[in-house]
């Protein structure tokens, strides 16, 4: 496939995009054990799952529950509906939820723990849910290191907008995170929009459409916090931009990824970086 490549460049645009995706695709196809598994993704959607079990029935217990079924009934009453529960409220804040009095007092830790927080069943149900379907894909396109930094980069962009622009709301959830990594997507398939059928533009506005009908239903249902989820998306496609899978033609005539971490490394750490300066200065502007 190498020779697919020549030096003046022949090969037309969209076989070169052609072969990048093919690539991407297959790449997970050449590691071996562990490395093969989205064990990020897992890691992710096991323990945020756990940690939402403990906070619940720390919930119910604050809400009188004193046996199991009593617990279990808690949740279930709490399932769907979240209004006018200060005892929820007073867990989550209690566990690390977005509260901005309480960030700029000096507990900045929160600006990464309400990503692994949620409100009840549906909510975590549907997150965690849309993270394993979304994040095994994009962990295998874009390799365990990548994917972790994409997912807690965006999950604490997206707090750093609820912050600033809701300052009042309490907010928890990973669904910023998980609009970070549909950010990142859509910039892959629009790198590889040539590989695709139609110059990828029936792909383009689907997910076009999926963001505006996900961000739309954001703005009827009370509780959403979409300040959260479009800063979760907009830092998506400037990190899918500078880190999702890029497969060129090298100096010795091989075919590498030019995103790869281990060649953009001192741009991973700017990122990280510039995110921390972010909160920083959000803190200022919002402290005086």
Not at 36 to 58: D, E, K, M, N, P
Not at 257 to 268: E, I, Y
Request: glycine share 8%; charged share 10%; aromatic share 12%.
């Amino acid at each position: 496939m190498e020779q697919i490549y020549t030096a003046n460049d022949r090969v037309s645009r969209k076989q070169r995009s052609e072969i990048s995706y093919e690539r991407a695709l297959n790449r997970f196809r050449t590691l071996h054990g562990v490395a093969r598994v989205s064990w990020a993704t897992w890691i992710i959607v096991i323990g945020t799952i756990l940690f939402w079990c403990f906070t619940a029935y720390q919930v119910a217990l604050a809400s009188g529950a004193q046996t199991f079924p009593d617990v279990l009934g808690n949740i279930w009453n709490n399932a769907v509906n979240i209004q006018n529960n200060d005892a929820l409220t007073n867990v989550l804040v209690t566990y690390g939820a977005k509260e901005n009095d309480l960030i700029i007092q000096g507990q900045y830790w929160r600006f990464i723990t309400p990503v692994f927080l949620h409100a009840n069943l549906l909510h975590v149900g549907l997150n965690m849910l849309n993270l394993l379907v979304l994040g095994v894909v994009l962990e295998r396109l874009m390799g365990h290191l990548r994917f972790i930094l994409v997912y807690f980069v965006t999950g604490m962009v997206s707090i750093i907008a609820s912050f600033y622009f809701m300052p009042s709301e309490v907010s928890v959830g990973a669904s910023g995170a998980i609009f970070g990594l549909v950010g990142a997507y859509s910039v892959f398939v629009l790198m590889h929009r040539r590989a695709f059928r139609h110059e990828g533009i029936p792909a383009l506005l689907w997910l076009v459409f999926i963001i505006g009908l996900n961000l739309g239903i954001g703005l009827i249902i009370p509780n959403v916090d979409n300040f959260a989820h479009l800063g979760g998306l907009l830092s998506g496609c400037l990190l899918g931009w500078w880190f999702m899978p890029l497969y060129r033609l090298s100096a010795n005539q091989a075919i590498i990824d030019v995103h790869s971490l281990t060649r953009r490394w001192p741009l991973a750490l700017l990122t990280i970086v510039g995110t921390l300066i972010l909160a920083s200065v959000a803190i200022y502007v919002m402290g005086g």
